[in-house]
């Protein structure tokens, strides 16, 4: 290697606003301090505190840059130094005083790779190595010996190439650590590869693991913890239809179902904050458990108020696992199969609501009374109640025999566990021991967070979202979502009351029209009125004489909620074999479902017209797709956050719509569906601009420079 060498003496004068020189070519000092330049041996050899060196590789010439940059963790001076580094055509820059705790590697904003080594509890010393992309293609590995010496090992022609940082500000320091670790160094140049890391991408680390029976029954739990959500969520209103001892009104009614949505929209932020500092993982058990608790107690409220309260504070509870499981299956899965799984999740929150009625039918055919304390009485309404609890329960103990997600351990710099992490899903999944596992070290390419107030971490997590290069697609995504809900939602709580309608016309011989004439029909919205209590939706139970209360579900109520979530549920199977056509399968459905809404209110026969209906509701197919998405276009950093966002957008919009819609669809029906198609129309232009889906490919890289 052929050295260039030159020195300069510097002012020292602090009140000098001059940036100040140092080394070859006056490269600027990136903090702007005035350094030591020179470091005499006792053989009189000096050091530059800034120099450069130039040697040839595979017939290129490359430059090597050694600066002291007196801290590298305040905000935005990694940003100056790779700018200063790149005006000086530096190709490769080593640092000393970074003041970084612990040691790893991670991606900057500018796409160049930083290896640090630095002490594990205080933040002072500590050393570095800046690589961009191109030459970071050729790293064989790296080795963080202690806050003072760094190694790097670059694959080169002729020979590899061994580039060792070391923090010496003195001699004597200097002198003591390359005697004290000359046999580290002598190893290395000797190619002896026991002491570098092999820098493997944590996806190709994870890819490694396969995918098992660890991943399928880690699917299976968490879509069981989505259908316990579902069920709980969907059923209430059910268990609020049949509470007939509480002598609810039809405000009280309309309060307590509308509770669980408040709820989700209060603390949804917060736990997107919680899955993305304390793990998904620990999120999921603890929302499934509390929620499990809290949902059961309900079955012992004397009044409504105590329903509503308990309700509320299970949902809050609850609600979190609806994000997180999708995250910790993204994050444990490899990725062939990671967006299939998430679609297939999703068919189990179609399916809650079915679920809920398979539930709800046989126990509030029950007829009993135990007489409790407080002047309870134990009906089968509070029964209910704590069986459409129970998967949560069931949910949360599954959930504790499966590992935290890998890739938010390592994420968080806990590399050791993330790889004992993976160690087990392959023997798992392999059926063999964890020594089996090949993978020693991994690479990640995000950086790790700092720490500080509560407010201020969560406003660090989420503002992130909402700045380049996120804003478009944070505000893209968002926008679908709210569309998807506020369509599916908003309307499905209407299709068993329509159904009440149809078969009344038919009774009566008066089935003539679309749904919307039905709806302005006064003879048939009169006999509906008249037909008993048992319809699960907000306006049936508006209806209903608050002093007449059988406490049961109508069997056609029933069925037609088994029957059309289980259609949906199907269809949602079937996308979940077109992992690699998220985009276009988005558009379709986003497509027919706009198109159905036009249908509906021009139809003149009322069966085709509640069929557009349905079509029309099936924005819910897309619900796994946005998920998957939430996981590929984010980091593992702001997975949780933007995941539980998106569950609040979706929420807040769908409470919006069931009372717009309530208002709107019985006196405005035709515009109410035509406007609404327009608002579908919008998100398909949205839908139009996600980025395109491409098969898997291995990248090519290069093996020399």
Not at 399 to 427: D, Q, T, W
Not at 509 to 530: E, F, H, K, Q, Y
Not at 681 to 690: D, K, P, Q, R, Y
Request: charged residues 15%; proline residues 4%.
């Amino acid at each position: 290697m052929d050295t260039q060498k030159k020195s300069k003496v510097l002012s020292c004068d602090p009140a000098n606003t001059r940036r100040h020189l140092s080394g070859q070519g006056g490269v600027k000092c990136a903090t702007g301090l005035a350094i030591a330049t020179h470091q005499a041996t006792p053989q009189g050899i000096h050091y530059s505190g800034a120099s450069t060196a130039s040697t040839p590789i595979a017939k290129q010439i490359y430059s090597i840059g050694t600066w002291n940059v007196r801290g590298l963790i305040q905000d935005g001076k990694l940003s100056i130094i790779e700018t200063e580094m790149q005006r000086k055509k530096i190709d490769i820059l080593d640092l000393s005083e970074t003041h970084r705790r612990g040691s790893g590697y991670f991606t900057s904003d500018l796409g160049n790779t930083v290896y640090f080594s630095g002490p594990e509890n205080e933040s002072n010393r500590g050393v570095a190595f800046i690589v961009p992309p191109l030459i970071n293609k050729c790293v064989l590995g790296y080795k963080a010996i202690n806050e003072r010496i760094l190694t790097l090992k670059l694959n080169a022609k002729p020979c590899k190439l061994n580039i060792i940082q070391v923090y010496a500000p003195t001699a004597q320091i200097l002198l003591r650590t390359l005697n004290a670790r000359s046999r580290e160094f002598v190893a290395m140049v000797r190619d002896d590869t026991r002491i570098e890391e092999q820098l493997l991408p944590f996806e190709e680390a994870l890819e490694k693991t396969g995918n098992g029976i660890y991943n399928v029954l880690l699917a299976l739990t968490c879509a069981l913890s989505l259908l316990a959500i579902g069920a709980d969520l969907f059923g209430f209103s059910l268990v609020v239809t049949a509470a007939c001892d509480l002598e609810l009104t039809v405000a009280q009614k309309g309060i307590l179902t509308s509770a669980p949505f408040v709820g989700i929209l209060l603390v949804s932020y917060i736990w997107g904050y919680v899955s993305d500092t304390k793990g998904r993982r620990f999120t999921l058990l603890l929302s499934l458990t509390f929620g499990f608790i809290l949902s059961s107690i309900c079955s012992l409220s004397y009044d409504w108020i105590t329903l509503g309260v308990l309700k509320f504070l299970s949902v809050c509870f609850s609600c979190a696992a609806n994000s997180v499981s999708y995250t910790l299956v993204g994050e444990s899965c490899v990725g062939r199969v990671r967006n299939k799984y998430m679609v297939m999740m999703t068919c189990f929150i179609l399916l809650s609501p079915a679920f809920a009625a398979i539930l709800t039918y046989p126990i509030l055919k029950l007829d009993f009374e135990v007489p409790l304390s407080l002047g309870i009485v134990f009906r089968p309404w509070r029964l209910l109640n704590i069986v459409l609890a129970l998967p949560s329960g069931v949910g949360a103990v599954a959930a504790y025999f499966f590992h935290e997600s890998p890739k938010f351990l390592a994420n968080c710099g806990r590399k050791e566990e993330a790889l004992e992490v993976m160690r087990s899903i392959y023997a798992v999944n392999h059926s063999c021991t964890k020594e089996e596992f090949g993978v020693t070290s991994f690479t990640m390419t995000e950086v790790e967070k700092k720490k500080g107030s509560l407010i201020r971490s969560m406003f660090e997590q989420s503002a992130p979202l909402f700045r380049p290069p996120y804003l478009w697609r944070t505000l893209q995504l968002y926008y679908i979502v709210a569309v998807v809900f506020i369509t599916n939602n908003s309307f499905l709580v209407w299709l068993p009351h329509i159904l009440n309608l149809i078969r009344i016309s038919m009774e009566n011989d008066t089935a003539t029209g679309n749904i919307c004439a039905l709806i302005s029909d006064d003879n048939t919205l009169s006999a509906a009125n008249n037909t008993g209590n048992g319809s699960v939706s907000g306006t049936t139970a508006n209806k209903i004489n608050p002093e007449i209360c059988l406490g049961t579900i109508e069997d056609d109520v029933i069925i037609t909620l088994m029957l059309s979530q289980s259609v949906f549920a199907f269809l949602n199977f079937v996308i979940s074999y077109l992992p690699n056509h998220r985009r276009k399968v988005m558009i379709c459905i986003l497509c027919l479902s706009s198109l159905s809404g036009f249908l509906v209110s021009t139809t003149p026969e009322p069966i085709s017209s509640v069929v557009f209906f349905m079509v029309f509701t099936s924005t819910c197919l897309g619900m796994g797709i946005l998920a998957s998405y939430f996981v590929d276009q984010y980091p593992t950093s702001h997975r949780g956050m933007v995941a539980c966002l998106s569950i609040m957008v979706g929420r807040s919009s769908s409470f919006v719509g069931i009372n717009l819609v309530g208002n709107l669809i019985f006196h405005h029906c035709q515009i109410t569906f035509c406007l609404w198609s327009l608002l579908v129309l919008t998100s398909i232009a949205a839908a139009w601009f996600l980025p395109p889906d491409k098969p898997l490919e291995s990248a090519e890289k290069s093996s020399k420079l």
